[in-house]
C-alpha cells in the first residue's frame, strides 16, 4: 500500500468545486491526466469537443457555471485526476464523492465503464439544463437550526460538516430565505451554480432518467464506494437500481455522514482528486483528522491561479503518496 502504513481513500468533489480551467495547467505536462481527459472527452463525442475547447478557454463560450459544464468537467476532472493516482501505482481502499464525484467513483470503481458513464452524465445534464434556474447556498449552520427557515421549494441539498450545511432551491424562494438567514444572523455564501441542484425543483427533469439508466450495464464495485447518498458503501442493489442514479441530482448529498461512515473503520490517507481543496477543508473538521491519525492530501490549489500552481501541488501530493514514482520528473515538464 503506497501512502505510507495507511490506506488511501480518494475524495472526488462536486457542484461548487468548478473553476475556469481547471487542472487545465496539468495538460500536456503530465500525459497521464492528459490522455485520460482526451478519453472523456472522446467518449463524449461531438459535446466533448465543445467541452474541451470551454475547459481550456480564458473566457468559455458557455459559463463554466451552467450545468451543461460544471457537471461533465467536475466528471473528466475528477475520473482523470483517480486515474492519475492509479498511475502511480496507489491502490485506493475506498472512493467517496460528492455529487457528480460519485458517478466518477463508481467509474473508477468498475461500476460502469467510462463510455456509458460518460453517456449517462451528458443525457443528465441535457434534462437538467431544461429546468427553471436556481441555485444553492452554503450556511454556518445545522440542518435542525435551518428548519424553520425551510420550505417546500428551499429544502437541505447537502450536509458537509456539522455546522456546514448547504440549501437549495428556485431562485426566487431562495432569495427569500437567503435574506431571513441573513437577518437572523447566520453566515450565508452562494455557492457557485445556476440550478438548484438536490432540491425537488429538479425532479420533473430527471423523469425518464430511470429508463436510460437500466439500459446501461453494470457491475459490483472492485474498491468499496462509500456513497453520499446512502452514508455506507455502495451494495449490488444499489447499483443495479437505475432509480438510485436517477435521483442523484435531486437527493441530498450527505458527505460528512459518509466520511464519519469511512473513518470509522479506520484512518485513511484522504486523498482529494478534484478541483479545490473543498472537501480537504471538511475532512481535516473530522475527530480523526484532528487527532493525527488519519491525514489530509489535496491534488490542485485551493483556489485558481497560474498553471504552474497546478503541477506544484500535483508534485508535492506526489511526492507523499509515491516518494520515487513518476511524478518526481512533472517539475521538469516545461508546462
Known amino acids: 500500500m503506497s501512502g505510507g502504513a495507511l490506506p488511501v481513500a480518494l475524495l472526488l468533489p462536486g457542484q461548487g468545486s468548478q473553476h475556469a480551467r481547471m487542472a487545465a495547467g496539468l495538460d500536456p505536462g503530465v500525459p497521464e491526466f492528459a490522455a485520460t481527459m482526451d478519453e472523456v472527452f472522446t467518449a463524449m463525442g461531438e459535446e466533448g469537443e465543445r467541452l474541451r475547447s470551454d475547459w481550456l478557454a480564458e473566457r468559455p463560450a458557455v459559463p463554466i457555471d451552467h450545468v451543461t459544464r460544471s457537471q461533465p468537467l467536475l466528471f473528466a476532472v475528477d475520473y482523470a485526476l483517480g486515474r492519475l493516482v492509479l498511475s502511480w501505482g496507489v491502490r485506493p481502499a475506498a472512493f467517496l464523492g460528492h455529487s457528480i464525484g460519485e458517478m466518477a467513483a463508481a467509474v473508477l470503481a468498475g461500476v460502469f465503464d467510462l463510455r456509458d458513464a460518460a453517456a449517462l452524465v451528458l443525457d443528465r445534464v441535457r434534462r437538467l439544463a431544461a429546468a427553471p434556474p436556481g441555485g444553492m447556498l452554503a450556511v454556518a449552520a ?25 440549501v437549495a432551491g428556485p431562485n426566487g424562494p431562495l432569495e427569500k430565505t437567503e435574506r431571513l438567514l441573513r437577518e437572523a444572523g447566520f453566515t450565508c455564501r452562494r455557492v457557485p ?14 423523469r425518464g432518467a430511470e429508463e436510460r439508466i437500466a439500459t446501461v450495464p453494470v457491475r459490483a464495485p472492485h474498491t468499496a464506494v462509500y456513497s453520499a447518498y446512502t452514508t455506507a458503501p455502495l451494495t449490488h442493489e444499489d447499483v443495479t437500481d437505475a432509480s438510485f442514479w436517477a435521483r442523484h441530482p435531486v437527493a441530498p448529498v450527505l ?35 484532528r487527532r ?35 511524478a518526481s520528473g512533472y517539475g521538469s515538464s516545461g508546462v
Not at 145 to 152: A, G, K
Not at 292 to 315: F, H, K, N, Y
Request: aromatic share 4%; charged share 15%.
Open 292 to 326: 493525527g491519525g488519519s491525514r489530509v492530501v489535496p491534488l490542485l490549489p485551493a483556489r485558481p491561479g497560474p498553471p504552474e500552481r497546478d503541477l506544484e501541488t500535483l508534485t508535492a501530493a506526489a511526492g507523499l503518496l509515491t516518494p520515487s514514482g513518476p
Open 193 to 206: 451554480s445556476l440550478s438548484g441542484f438536490h432540491s425537488p425543483m429538479l425532479a420533473p427533469a430527471c
Open 142 to 166: 445545522t440542518p435542525a437550526e435551518l428548519e424553520p427557515y425551510l420550505s417546500t421549494d428551499v429544502v437541505v441539498g447537502a450536509v458537509n460538516a456539522p455546522r456546514q450545511t448547504v
Open 255 to 289: 458527505f460528512w455522514p459518509a466520511l464519519d461512515a469511512l473513518l470509522a473503520g479506520g484512518d485513511h490517507l484522504l486523498v482529494e482528486a478534484g478541483p479545490g481543496q473543498g472537501l480537504s477543508r471538511l475532512a481535516r473538521r473530522h475527530p480523526a483528522v
